[in-house]
């Protein structure tokens, strides 16, 4: 399929052929009809785009101090592949479309093969062929709908949604500051909705079209008399509320608001405007209700509502995003609002460049611009070959999954030069990222079916490094399929889906399983270790982990199994490791969170063999402290890691100290080790059984925190 991206680095348009996106749980697979540009925001990322890389610092800062903060961390090396990942990204663009469902995920109800539907989202309804839409981001169409105007359905809700953030009631009047394409719909469904209705704009055109479609009256802003006017037509009083669409860096909207509202009314911002007002008309003259309108509705940036489709009961939460594009399509299907004046351009797909560079350089006026798909084309799931195919090697690999991680620690690792060692495919939910990937680390092919790679004979080794609520599902079927297998901590999320590994490792003696238990590869971690030597050993490992929200992927017991399950596993390993012995029992004790997250906790391990550990992980300390501390001793001899940048040994004589300018955590030597072992047939780097002890060990923290007793393993 044909996908538009961009380049973050050039701010280039580019139509690439990609794999189909993945079918997951819980979504609809939609073939689009059309899509709608978001002319203001799309404009925006591609001038940032063709911006010098101080340029988009200064455009972004806030990821400019992610940059720092991550140099200061990690070194120059990781800071460099973070950066380089993200400025060579296909970038997909548009998130408002409308097509026909041919596909759907497991659990959809409400929706057929067949159906019309108008899609929302950015990262899901794509300016792409194929798009892959979670349900409650999906509103089901009449047959006879017109796909054309639904395609409005992204920016039909947000403007929807900022008219009910105003709360304004029949008769009353409201002021649309900005009469761009979001503005123009603002005023349409104001006056649908029976609000006498004025605009305001910096363009002449702007106004002139607002006030033959859309407004009952309408100025330019640079009108002297603009604001007396406004308060005349609207009774004398100022209009009862504003609503700000426009999108600028200066403060004129938002202090042009607070001076034409009337006392006690309501400004609410949807647009991209800073907020740092006089405060004067809105504190002590007028007490103007200040209100910010949260996209297309509740449930927008909510994980529960848009990719698990738990749905707000009706009775306490009346208009959710989903019933906000609702609303919207029943308004355009019984033609209460009429779109058509809106459309100035419309584009094919293959013509798309030619859209965006007329947005970008406003080389002629529009308002919405249109793109049109060619639904008579033929499409097939196939996969998309990369480079000419390579001799096999003795390791031939494959990778699911190639977010960050996998980007920044895992793929830039495997050896190049090698010539054993064979890259063979990608496959991951974005077909952006697959082809991506597939050709920035000089894989063979990418992919949207899982079969091209676990029945592909050349592919004997893969990595898993998708989000942790797949990585048992994926391990099964791998070992199954006879392939060797890296999985990205953790190895699973359940007891029942390490019974169930359990079971298949047992059935496939001879293929190696690795988890990416990195840290016990660091140097400064197997130097110490050799300088410990053997018996039992007290350790300490100190995490400041920092605090997460509890909205987050990773917070989320079924996606992301929780920190304990999905990071502090990495610690329990490591001691595990250190200590040369299985954990016994475990006891843990978590901080009261008011979310009920366990995300303080202190973890006290026995083992075997005696040994005692501790691990002290910490969400609530100061982000300056570095993250990781861990401390060791043996038989008069203390170890001290700090943060993987700097080693201490102490106790015979003088003491030992090593120092490293980048953090290193050991993905280099985990890596390139666990290939080598695919390639010599060696021993496992990591033991079934460290494997299953560990996963078991964080199952019991789980337990103890709860029942507040000892548990053994």
Known sequence: ???????????????????????????????????????????????????????????????????????????????????????????????????????????????????????????????????????????????????????????GAIAIQGIRQADLRLGECCTVIGLGLLGQLTCLLLRASGVKTFGIDIDNAAVTIAKEHCCDDAWVRTESDAASRIKNHAFGLGPDAVIITAASSSLDPINFAGEIARKKGRVVVVGAVPTGFNRNPYWYEKELELKMSCSYGPGRYDLDYEEKGQEYPPAYVRWTENRNMQAFQDLVHSHRIDLDYLTTHEFSLRDAPKAYEMIVNRSEPFLGVVLRYDVKKSLRRRSIAVRRAAPVGKVGIAFIGAGGYAQNNL?????????????????????????????????????????????NEDVNTVFIATRHDSHARYVVQALDAGKNVFVEKPLCLQPEELSEIEHVLHQHPYQHLMVGFNRRFAPHATELKKHLGTGPVSMMYRVNAGAIPKGTWIQDTEIGGGRIIGEVCHFVDFLTWMAGSLPSSVHATAMLDPHGLNDTVSIGLGFEDGSIGTVCYFANGSTQLPKEYIEVCSAGLTGIIHDFKRLDIYGNGRPLRRRVFNQDKGQVHMVRQFIQTVKEGGAALITPDEILAVTKACFAVLESIQTRQVVSI
């Open 1 to 155: 399929m044909e996908q538009i991206t961009h380049s973050l680095r050039t701010g280039e348009v580019t139509i690439c052929e990609l794999p189909w996106p993945r079918v997951e749980k819980g979504m609809l697979l939609v073939r689009n009809h059309y899509s709608l540009v978001s002319a203001g925001t799309e404009r925006s990322t591609l001038k940032t785009g063709r911006k010098s890389l101080l340029g988009k610092a200064k455009e972004r800062p806030r990821q400019a101090k992610q940059v720092v903060d991550t140099l200061r961390r990690q070194g120059p090396v990781q800071t460099y592949r973070a950066v380089v990942k993200k400025l060579d990204a296909f970038s997909p663009l548009g998130y408002s479309s409308a097509g026909e469902v041919i596909d759907l995920g497991h659990g959809v109800t409400g929706f057929a093969v067949g159906d019309k539907v108008a899609c929302a989202g950015g990262g899901y309804a794509n300016h792409a062929e194929i798009v892959c839409v979670p349900k409650n981001l999906c509103v089901r169409l009449p047959k006879d709908a017109d796909l054309k105007r639904a395609c409005y359905n992204t920016l």
């Open 411 to 455: 793929l830039p690792n495997i050896p190049r030069s090698d010539r054993d060692v064979v890259r063979e495919g990608v496959l991951t939910n974005s077909g952006t990222t697959s082809k991506r990937v597939a050709e920035r680390f000089r894989f063979k092919f990418c992919t949207a079916d899982l079969g091209d790679l676990l029945a």
